[in-house]
């Protein structure tokens, strides 16, 4: 879980305010920055944030930069940019003077953002030393207990719960003199890491006196937090509460209209409520669609902000060294030719390593057809022989005796004819001939469209890929939940698979199946992603032109 939205206003809500108190020079898009910020509109904030950069640097003032700097990068970590927020506090660090007490203010918020941002990028070491330099610059001022709970946070998810218990525990000694909303933050932090650390200790008093505490505050952020422990306290003593605080979770989530809660809830949900699992299911998918499309559009949308503030500079360059170039002609004409005899006798070594290289893919080919043909082919045989109770021996008999003439046929290369007529149905068979009691497979968007005018090499590609996920995950994955999602865009078609099994090694992708499955990707053209770092299962991408 990410570090919740209310400590990351608190910080935000801080630094706008002291970023005015030196602001002595008169920028007007540096006002106008914070305007669009105070009402909610994050894009035109950063617009102006950037022109407010451009002309603190013409006056040549370095803090007025620092400050547009940070509040840069804080709305790029809001926004899931958390390297884009990174690169630019770390950037914004040259502007302060740390033996400054005047920049004290600035400097601890710019680490506590690089201390968020880290932490949501899952580099848990960098963000304790950055929280610990927020704590160094904060003095005792009322931010510190923000900066100690974050790092109390990181301890946690490094599992070093005694650490955290300790910091958790000073905070709170503090915090009963504060807030209510503080003092239930604090209490709910050290009732879990307690838990964490001692699986017989029971943090459901405290974890209920805050839950109150939240319901009186009108504490939504809070709430939710305490929703998810609760759950997560009675996943195994108790499944009926697990579940209905799982509920509480994603409403009070979808209320204030927080996506990644939502989608954490919803993963909660699939796994408590197996009656409802597939619209669970087929609702995270969506959801987490949609969240990753709006990341990935403010990522885009601040890069071409940065990209248009940079392209005159660019264009300027661009004319100096065309001006150079007129000058230095004549030498440059000069080592072109000397360049070109050295390439000449470079080419020819390349031309000889290419006829080897020819020769060690005409093996893989051959190797990669076995293995699609006999391997996969028998694996699939076995699967349904396996999963069914009352399977049909002379239709078993059949697919062995295709599998038998396809391996014959290799030497001379046949066309295969399989997958030109139906290819949907054949896909379709294919994801079925995994499902059974134990694994459950789900399939969305395998229409006859998706497939149209897709020439019979890359449809076989296509089955062959597909088959050797499903038997991957079959023979390693342990997975209960499998899914594959088509899209067509154009001319452009993706596959989304997932399922919620132990995940994937850097190791177990470099075994002989998935490395044909990349081969296999880059014969159409196409392109695969692994995502090995989620916390459960395992997310693939594929993308490949119609040709």
Known sequence: M???????????????????????????????????????????????????????????????????????????????????GQETSLEATKYFNENNEQDYAYIKSNYNNLGISSYNLKQYYEAIKFYNLAIKFSGNSSEKNIYLNNKANVLKQL??????????????????????????????????????????????????????????????????VNYLYLSDYYTKTDPGKSLMYAKEMFETARLIKNPDDQAEALQKLINLDPDHRLAYFNQYHTLTDSLQTSRNKAKNQFALIRFGAEKLRTENAQKETQILKQNIGLGALGICLIAGFVLYQRRQRILQQEKELEVKNTQLKMSKKVHDVVANGIYQVMTKIENQENFDKEEALDELEFVYEKSRDISYEKTDTKYTLEFDKKISELVGSFNNDEVKTYLAGNSPEIWEQLNDSARGEIYQIIRELLVNMKKHSRASIVSLRFERTNNTIKIYYKDNGIGISGDLIQKNGLTNTGSRIETIDGEITFDTKTEKGLKINISFPVI
């Open 2 to 84: 990410k570090i919740k939205a209310f400590v990351f206003i608190l910080f935000v809500f801080f630094i706008s305010s002291c970023s005015k108190e030196r602001d002595t020079s008169n920028n007007f898009y540096y006002d106008k920055a914070f305007d669009f910020k105070d009402t909610g509109n994050e894009d035109s904030a950063y617009v102006y944030f950037y022109r407010a950069k451009d002309l603190f640097s013409q006056k040549k003032d370095s803090i007025g930069i620092g400050k547009s700097l940070i509040n840069l990068a804080i709305i790029s970590t809001q926004k899931g940019d958390n390297l884009g």
């Open 159 to 224: 599992k070093q719960y005694k650490e955290a218990i300790k910091i958790y525990e000073s905070i709170y000694q503090q915090s009963q003199k504060g807030s209510p909303k503080e003092l239930a933050r604090v209490m709910t932090n050290l009732a879990r890491v307690k838990w964490l650390d001692n699986p017989s200790y029971n943090p459901e008093p405290e974890l209920l006196k805050a839950l109150n505490i939240r319901i009186q505050t009108n504490d939504k952020e809070g709430l939710i």
